[in-house]
């Protein structure tokens, strides 16, 4: 015996047919719509570079720790651990902090090379990228 | 909903970050195309792509799916401690576990793999006192981005790996006890 039948006799079930075709379409939106993937800690840096009519600053984690270890940007150059608080400005890396300290012609090219470092998408938003994994901790 | 389940598993298939054991330049995104980089930047030409530098070191699954610390130790890459002359470089080997951990198994802290990449001044004293047990770490602080979180899920592995920190099985639990997880 059909479970639940009605007064008419029928079996009742789920509208599968329009709800099935709507869970459809959101799973290939999802699909379509996933983001070209920037690297892990990829860190955009837009505090000031835009307004001040430069690209945006694509800094690569991946890139610096294979040369140099968390410590020596995060202590020695006191490069605070959030996106943000740091507030860089060109006259200091010229002046050899923060960037500066590596990036100064020697170790690094220096700042006259603009485009390697300011080399991002106009209208990018501060923050750390290439979270596809997890999102990320909510607050970045 | 079987349709689903099977778009999902294609999904995952068909996803190159999931379960690869070998690691082909190709599962990296290239610069030109990981929706940060200006493709029409002259610049990129001069920046070297993720997959060349990354394809080369022991793989992982997930983060830049790379085992940093494995690296290290392997001795396969050898980033500089400090750059300037005199900075005292700490390394502390000893294991914290941090026992409050509900049904999960309890945390075990290696500050070994972590003084070789970060100084004490990076977590001491202001995300984690220096006395164990001090500090009210809790993983829904940790998913907001602080403690652990700081670096966990955004630079350092992400906090989809429950079982590298949740690593030490109570007495009476684990794997070899039939019935308990």
């Known amino acids: ?140 | 909903m079987r349709m689903l389940a099977l778009l999902a598993l294609f999904w995952i298939a068909a996803s190159p970050q999931v379960g690869a054991e070998t690691a082909p330049a190709s599962r990296w995104q290239k610069l030109a195309e990981d929706g940060l980089h200006d493709p029409a930047n002259p610049g990129l030409a001069f920046l070297q792509e993720p997959g060349q530098a990354l394809s080369r070191l022991p793989p992982d699954v997930v983060g830049n799916r790379v085992r940093w610390v494995e690296a290290l130790r392997q001795g396969m890459i050898a980033p500089r401690a400090s750059i300037f002359p005199g900075t005292q470089i700490r390394v502390l080997d000893g294991d914290v576990i941090m026992p409050r951990t509900g049904e999960m198994p309890m945390v075990r802290f290696p500050h070994k793999q972590h003084t070789e990449w970060l100084d004490c001044s990076n977590c001491h004293e202001a995300l984690f006192k220096s006395k164990a047990g001090a500090t009210p770490v809790n993983m829904l602080e940790i998913l907001g981005g602080e403690y652990c979180g700081r670096c966990h899920g955004a630079v350092s592995f992400p906090l989809t790996e429950c079982n590298r920190c949740h690593s030490v099985w109570r007495e009476g639990t684990g794997p070899d006890h039939a019935g308990k997880p």
């Not at chain 1, 610096?64 to 150059?77: D, P, T």
């Not at chain 1, 860089?88 to 020697?106: E, P, Q, R, W, Y």
């Not at chain 1, 485009?115 to 999102?135: F, M, Q, V, Y």
């Open chain 1, 1 to 140: 015996m059909p479970a639940n039948p009605d007064i008419n006799g029928e079996t009742h079930r789920a509208p599968q047919g329009r709800t099935g075709l709507k869970k459809l379409l959101l799973v290939l939106l999802l699909c379509l719509s996933a983001p070209a993937a920037a690297e892990y800690a990829d860190v955009v840096l837009n505090k000031r570079s835009e307004a001040a009519g430069m690209p945006p600053v694509i800094f690569q984690h991946w890139f610096h720790r294979e040369r140099f270890r968390c410590k020596v940007c995060h202590s020695e150059l006191g490069f605070q651990m959030r996106v943000g608080a740091n507030d860089v400005l060109m006259t200091d890396i010229i002046d050899g902090k923060f960037c500066g300290a590596c990036h100064n012609g020697s170790l690094a090219w220096g700042p006259e090379n603009c485009e390697l470092c300011h080399s991002g998408l106009p209208g990018l938003k501060t923050g750390i990228r290439g979270d596809a994994e997890t999102r990320g901790p909510g607050r970045w």
